[in-house]
């Protein structure tokens, strides 16, 4: 399988559950992001993995808590959260941060949560 | 400061060309970028320019970029039902002390076709 793949597609939790969202990618790609997509809001960058390290993370409550155990995969995970957090969850990958030329993302089709 | 911003809706008839637009805040973007997300899909990307140039067309896309103003554009010329779609800008930003890139995206423009 190619390209950035995503699951579950949808999430319907509970405020007390604890869930991961899982990311892979078989691109040969070196980073790794995780995306917040909300209605009318500008595209939210959570977290950002390079070579496995994290090198953004953009004021995300801690109640989200990021994985990356390896170049390929990236997870999401998920406990206590409220639910203003219920929004689709978008993964990307690129070829890697330290190149000089455009950095071009390739996208899963997200994980849509929902939190009641 | 990193803000990227785009109307929400633009509806179009179709076979006439569509315009969005979008405005940016850092000056020190190194690229720009238009995405496309279809129904139930993840972002796509449909084309990019490099700050240092002023316009790129590819096919039916062309992409005008006036950095004085820090304004990008997307025209799609003989707009079809296929291009209904969520249409996003996005910049590249080099962090400071640092030659890892950054992208920042705007809300997107949801572009809607009617015959």
């Known amino acids: 399988e190619t390209g950035v793949t995503q699951t579950p597609r949808h999430l319907v939790m509970g405020m007390t559950n604890k869930k991961s969202l899982k990311c892979e990618q078989h691109l040969g790609h070196n980073a790794m992001y995780w995306y917040k997509q909300s209605a009318k809001k500008p595209l939210e960058l959570m977290f950002v993995?390079?070579?496995?390290?994290?090198?953004e993370n953009n004021s995300v409550p801690s109640r989200f808590s990021p994985e990356c155990p390896n170049s390929s995969h990236l997870f999401l995970h998920l406990h206590t959260l409220q639910p203003e957090d219920s929004a689709l969850y978008l993964c990307a990958s690129s070829e890697g941060l330290w190149r000089s030329g455009a950095n071009v993302l390739t996208f899963g089709a997200g994980s849509r949560l929902t939190v009641l | 400061g990193e803000d990227v911003e785009q109307s929400l809706f633009l509806s179009v008839r179709e076979g006439d060309s569509s315009v969005i637009n979008c405005t940016y805040t850092?000056?020190?973007?190194?690229?720009l970028y238009w995405y496309k997300q279809e129904p139930g899909a993840g972002l796509q990307l449909l084309t990019y320019i490099f700050s240092n140039m002023d316009m790129k067309q590819d096919q039916r896309l062309t992409v005008l970029l006036n950095k004085k103003d820090k304004h990008l554009s997307l025209r799609i010329a003989d707009t079809q039902t296929g291009d209904s779609a969520i249409y996003f800008c996005?910049?590249?930003?080099?962090?400071?002390?640092?030659?890892?890139?950054?992208?920042?995206f705007g809300s997107g423009t949801r572009l809607s076709i009617r015959p």
């Open positions: 850092d000056s020190s973007s190194t690229y």
């Open positions: 993995y390079s070579l496995e390290e994290r090198v």
């Open positions: 996005a910049e590249s930003i080099r962090r400071r002390y640092s030659s890892a890139s950054k992208i920042i």
